[in-house]
Nanobody, 124 residues
Framework: QVQLVESGGGLVQAGGSLRLSCAAS????????MGWFRQAPGKEREFIAR????????HFADSVVGRFTISRDNAKNTVSLQMNTLNPEDTAVYYC?????????????????WGKGTLVTVSS
């Protein structure tokens, strides 16, 4: 069982930056691939970024390539999402996700564990 707690959401102006963090419970954190999804009002939860257990493999949605980066610290059981050049279309609840299979962290329906989410609001 993995418990995930996100932090770092808030209100930011367009063009600004935010850093989201996710703290995970458990002693086997490095065995899980980690990812971030987001869900805007009235829309489906969508994939944003994922990182494998060692941190050597990363993948981003086309909509955030070049603006967002993902990293993890296995000693601290944390994964972070650095978001730069934010625009109003990035407004959503952002969810941390964990899965034993890196490949599953591309589709929300396949994810094993979810955090409760943190709201990011980007004003124009």
């Amino acid at each position: 069982q993995v418990q995930l707690v996100e932090s770092g959401g808030g209100l930011v102006q367009a063009g600004g930056s935010l850093r989201l963090s996710c703290a995970a419970s458990g002693r086997t954190f490095s065995s899980y691939a980690m990812g971030w999804f987001r869900q805007a009002p009235g829309k489906e939860r969508e994939f944003i970024a994922r990182i494998n257990g060692s941190g050597g493999l990363k993948h981003f949605a086309d909509s955030v390539v070049g603006r967002f980066t993902i990293s993890r610290d296995n000693a601290k059981n944390t994964v972070s999402l650095q978001m730069n050049t934010l625009n109003p279309e990035d407004t959503a609840v952002y969810y941390c996700a964990a899965d034993s299979m890196y490949g599953d962290l591309f589709r929300a329906s396949l994810v094993d564990y979810w955090g409760k989410g943190t709201l990011v609001t980007v004003s124009s």
